[in-house]
């Protein structure tokens, strides 16, 4: 089985929402559970097993707060 896990670097993270409007998968959502230092609702993994590691949310990240790991599990 593969998924992967997503780290957000909160300090960073400025709440744009692009990692959830970009996301093929719709794995990653602004649910509105926690804040970042600054006040910005914090995207969260909501489904790392359908996540499939491809990187776009980091990608599309204006502030660089995302980085992806692929997790391979047999």
């Known amino acids: 089985m593969t998924g992967a896990e997503i780290i957000i670097e909160e300090r960073y993270c400025t709440g744009c929402g692009y990692c959830q409007i970009f996301c093929p998968k719709n794995c990653i959502k602004i649910i ?34 995302i980085e992806v790991f692929k997790i391979n599990s047999n």
């Open 32 to 65: 509105g559970e926690k804040l970042s230092p600054e006040g910005y609702y914090l995207p969260t993994l909501t489904n790392e097993y359908e996540c499939n590691g491809c990187g776009i949310c980091a990608h599309m990240c204006p502030s660089f707060a």
